[in-house]
């Protein structure tokens, strides 16, 4: 019976590298394929219970176990959970970045309205604020009447 195999890795014994070969073996030479792959996943994942993930893929053949139904759900799963977790953290970034970048347009329209054309340092300096420092900005220049107030304002909110 090839699936009572896995079980195998779980008895009481003094030498279970010893049983994880002999179950390696019986597996093998089990001729239908496809069982030979369920076998063979179900063993890794009940012998990670018990031994080292090394020697388990020393003794079980890593592309028999991917063949397997039950490798490839668990690969499927993961792979779906990572897409998810990166889509959600590209749309934040991507979030955080717009916000940024909407922030700095308004302030360089702002000032220039109000102090005229900047010098490239200047803007330089306010395109490396983070958002905090920008909306800061943002409301500080609204004080402004010249463009050594900005400077004053940028020189005492230097990024550290």
């Not at 496809?34 to 890593?62: D, F, H, M, P, Y």
């Not at 300096?125 to 420092?133: E, G, S």
Request: net charge negative; glycine share 8%; hydrophobic share 45%.
């Amino acid at each position: 019976m090839p699936g009572l195999l896995p079980f195998a890795v779980l008895a009481k014994t003094g030498d279970r590298q010893k049983l994880l070969e002999q179950v390696a073996a019986k597996i093998d030479a089990i001729a239908d394929r496809r069982t030979q792959n369920n076998v063979a996943a179900s063993t890794a994942i009940l012998a990670g219970l018990v031994l080292e993930k090394v020697l388990i893929k020393r003794l079980l053949r890593q592309e028999i176990m991917q063949e397997s139904v039950i490798y490839q759900d668990i690969w499927e799963e993961a792979l779906e959970k990572g897409l998810q977790q990166g889509l959600e953290e590209g749309l934040q970034q991507g979030l955080q970045q717009g916000a940024t970048e909407g922030e700095k347009t308004l302030i360089f329209r702002l000032l220039n309205r109000r102090l005229g054309s900047l010098p490239e340092t200047v803007i330089g300096q306010i395109n490396q604020l983070p958002l905090p420092a920008l909306e800061e900005l943002g409301e500080a220049l609204l004080d402004f009447s010249e463009i050594d107030d900005l400077l004053g304002w940028l020189e005492s909110h230097q990024p550290e």
